[in-house]
């Protein structure tokens, strides 16, 4: 025990559910990618399952490097890596690469390794621990301009990201608007922000179909939102059908590993639609136990956000810990029909380094602040438990907030 806390510093459980869900992500992602393996790579099966592995290993490289950090000092990194992250959305937005039949240009190449990435997902998470840093200072928000810093670049980034994504685009305003509740800011300043994300996009619709050049998404929104609701055609609706043949031939117990007959029809078996493989192969029972794993990981976000002894502390979990809870609820939501396609990934077991990465970023943030901002004032063992209580006596009041 005392060699793995020497190199693995924060939640051991939280640890152990993140390592737990990697593992068993491979023969799931092998499974699922057989069938476009055939079309893509020539037969080869494999391929898919090593791309996968490889971005779970750059992912966990990151995820270690960021939670040997201190939480304070990705607060005041964030603070630096926001305009990069509005520049690489601007790059994505004027020249963004299609993937994977995506009729968006979401992606941007990075030109040393060769690889595309989703600057969505960067500037998503960027925005939330900027967010958290700012909220986590005293302030007095009595009117709408006492928070207009927030405002701007939420709006900033919404703006960037909408022409090419609309449900990542809900997603983070979703994310961004829990996080001001948590924050404290009145309802009524909160009530106004939500009708002006509406007239925005409101307005944003009128000027596409005035201008019908500018984008090509709202068609693609108009369709799923019509196929969702069942007023669509077969063609439309294909994938959700697919996806509910392939969990209802799972029955109880599921097919067994590898034997998913319906992703050979799915066209994103993969990405979007692996939960539906996933329970195919693997039944209810296989389908409640991920559930089960992925709930036992949510509820220790909870526990180290409660626990954390500053204001910052707690809003960087929620701002961390926010994508991937949403993601995971609505990519199953999604496989089952309970949300439109909206193209949102299951944290692990689809396919996309982007993905990957940004969720294990976001972990490593999380076990941050369980190693620096609750246990080293818990106290794992007598001498960080004596540090940190001669810290607290000698600097009382920065616990109130950051």
């Known amino acids: ?3 793995v806390r020497k190199y693995l510093k924060g939640d051991l459980l939280t640890w152990g559910l993140i390592l737990l869900l990697m593992l068993i992500s491979f023969l799931p992602t092998y499974s699922a ?6 079309k893509f790579r020539g037969g080869n099966t494999f391929s898919f399952l090593t791309k996968h592995l490889l971005h779970l290993g750059i992912g966990s490289v990151f995820m270690y490097g960021v939670h040997r950090l201190n939480f304070r000092l990705i607060g005041k990194l964030s603070q630096l890596i926001m305009p990069v992250a509005l520049i690489l959305l601007v790059i994505t937005l004027l020249q963004g690469q299609e993937m994977g039949g995506a009729n968006a240009s979401r992606w941007v190449r990075i030109p040393v390794i060769g690889m595309s990435f989703q600057s969505s997902a960067f500037a998503s998470l960027a925005l939330l621990v900027w967010l958290a840093k700012w909220f986590s200072k005293p302030r007095d928000i009595l009117e709408l301009k006492d928070i207009k810093w927030p405002l701007i670049m939420i709006g900033t980034t919404l703006g960037l990201i909408l022409p090419a994504d609309f449900s990542t685009t809900a997603i983070i305003f979703a994310m961004c608007f829990l996080m001001m509740v948590i924050a404290g800011v009145p309802w009524k300043h909160l009530w106004k922000i939500i009708a ?3 007239a925005a996009f409101g307005l944003f619709i009128l000027i596409v179909i005035a201008f019908p050049n500018i984008s090509n998404r709202v068609a693609t929104w108009q369709a799923r939102i019509v196929n969702f609701s069942g007023g669509g055609d077969e063609d439309g609706a294909y994938q959700t059908e697919q996806a509910k043949m392939a969990i ?9 590993p590898g ?4 992703k050979n029809f799915l066209p994103q078996s993969n990405s979007d639609f692996v939960f539906a493989v996933i329970t195919e192969e693997y039944g209810l029972v296989g389908a409640t136990l991920l559930i089960l794993f992925y709930g036992g990981l949510f509820r220790r976000f909870v526990k180290i956000a409660r626990r954390a002894h500053t204001k910052f502390g707690t809003l960087l979990v929620l701002a961390a810990s926010s ?3 949403l ?7 999604v496989a089952t029909s309970l949300f439109p396609v909206t193209g949102q990934t299951l944290p692990f077991f689809s396919a996309g380094g982007s993905s990957v990465w940004m969720t294990c970023i976001a972990l490593g943030i999380i076990l941050s602040v369980s190693h620096t901002d609750v246990e080293r004032i818990v106290g794992t063992s007598p001498q960080e438990e004596e540090e940190n209580r001669e810290s607290i006596i000698s600097n009382d009041k920065p616990l109130a907030h950051e």
């Open 1 to 3: 025990m005392d060699t």
């Open 33 to 38: 990618s057989s069938s476009l393996a055939h």
């Open 196 to 198: 002006a994300g509406v």
């Open 248 to 256: 209802a031939e799972g029955e109880v117990f599921g097919k067994g």
């Open 259 to 262: 034997k998913s007959i319906q």
């Open 323 to 325: 994508g991937i809870v």
């Open 327 to 333: 993601q995971t609820i609505v990519n199953m939501g």
